[in-house]
Structure formats: C-alpha cells, structure tokens
C-alpha cells in the first residue's frame, strides 16, 4: 500500500562523495517535490517537478541537482555533500488537475549522514 | 511571499487533556492551510487541510482546526490527548493556485508531549 516510497532509509556517505536518493510513486501523481529537513527544523522546499518541467528554488544550493526519467521515479543528486547537508530528505506528490488539486503526500524519508 | 509561525516549540499536556497548537500565517493571498505530524525518522502525514471551503476543518485522529481569517490562525485542537499523540506537528501554507498544493511552507514544528 506504500505510495511514496523511498530508498534508501538511512545513508551515510563520505564527505565530497556524490550521493543519489531515490523515490517513486504509486499514485500517478504528476508533481513531485523534494524537501530537506535538518535537524529540529522545518522541512524547506528545494525544488519540484511539474510533469517533465524542473523548478529549483531560488536558494537552493547548485550542489542539488535532481532528475524525473518517468513519472514514478525521481532522484535527488548531491554532487558533493558536505558537513552542512546532513538532513532527512523527504519526497512528495500532488497531482495537480487545474481546478481538481490534492494537498501533498510524503514519503518516509531518507536520512543522509555524511562522515 | 507566505510565512508560517507556531507559538510554541514544545507543549506538553497530560493525557486526557485538550490539545491546542497554535499557527498564525502571512499570505499575500489566499491560502490552503495544512496541519501535518511526524513521528520521529517517519514522514509527514497529513492531520487536515483546510481549502476554502468549510473554516472548521476535521481531520484524522480526532483532530480539528478552525480557519480564522480575520485572526490569520489556523490552531489544531483535540479534545482529549492521547498516549499516540506524542509527536511533531507542522502548520504548512500553500498559495490557492494551480501547482501550489504540494509547494509548503512550513513553520518550525511544535513537539507534543503526552504524560500519563
């Protein structure tokens, strides 16, 4: 029944090693979102994909780079994570049908840990 | 631009106790507002949303929230606190347009704790 899956849970990569963070859907949803989240904070949005087209954020680090090969799938690329991008990486969806909207939904979550 | 704020980082109530979080929020236009928790290395799960419809919102688990436009609140309640409920609760904001509804803007989280 897991709609927003996310794999891994947990990562621990090495400082400067490039990580990827995956998602997929069920939901056939054609919005997909990235958030981080660090430690006793909100989660922030760094960018989201509306079908095919990409949105970054205005302050989104250039170090972020994501792709969407399909609908289900969509990663999050960290081309070299430092101390500072330790977080939880939450994926989300929402299906936007002009006047037909649905509030998002989140995946569980990676955890990224950079030693 | 939106902004979201939550009197209040932690709170804590006895169980059966009622539940009150607080969230006032900044939008140069109209909003959806939404109440999400997150149990510790879990995901966000949405409690509620409020959507312009109904201002007095019921959501999962017996949890309601009452939109107040004159006040820019959004407070969630609970009657009677439960063991279960002890978690983070996020208020989020979003722009009613097309695209916007999975684009939050969250406040900093209100930790809820619940003694026996």
């Known amino acids: 029944d897991a709609m927003v899956i996310q794999n891994p849970r947990y990562q621990v990569t090495q400082f400067g090693k490039p990580v990827t963070l995956s998602c997929s859907q069920t939901?056939?949803?054609?919005?997909m979102y990235w958030y981080q989240q660090k430690s006793s904070q909100a989660p922030k949005l760094l960018f989201h994909?509306?079908?095919?087209?990409?949105?970054n954020e205005a302050d989104t680090p250039d170090n972020f780079q994501s792709r969407r090969p399909n609908t289900s799938f969509c990663f999050l690329d960290i081309r070299s994570p430092g101390l500072g991008d330790a977080a939880m990486y939450l994926c989300?969806?929402?299906?936007?049908?002009?006047?037909?909207?649905?509030?998002?939904?989140f995946g569980q979550g990676t955890r990224l840990t950079v030693v | 631009a939106q902004s979201v704020t939550q009197l209040g980082s932690h709170v804590s109530v006895s169980e059966g106790a009622l539940v009150l979080l607080r969230c006032n929020y900044s939008?140069?236009?109209?909003?959806?507002l939404f109440w999400y928790v997150q149990y510790p290395n879990q995901g966000l799960q949405l409690l509620l949303k409020?959507?312009?419809?109904?201002?007095l919102v019921k959501g999962i688990n017996g949890f309601e929230a009452e939109f107040k436009k004159s006040e820019t609140s959004f407070h969630l309640t609970k009657p009677s606190a439960h063991m279960s409920d002890a978690a983070e609760y996020f208020c989020?904001?979003?722009?009613?347009?097309?695209?916007?509804?999975?684009?939050?803007?969250f406040g900093q989280g209100t930790i809820l704790t619940v003694h026996p």
């Open positions: 409020y959507t312009s419809a109904a201002t």
């Open positions: 989300a969806t929402s299906r936007d049908r002009g006047h037909q909207n649905t509030e998002a939904f």
């Open positions: 989020a904001v979003s722009e009613m347009r097309r695209t916007s509804y999975g684009k939050l803007t």
């Open positions: 939901l056939n949803h054609n919005v």
């Open positions: 939008s140069s236009v109209p909003p959806y």
């Open positions: 994909y509306y079908d095919k087209d990409f949105n």
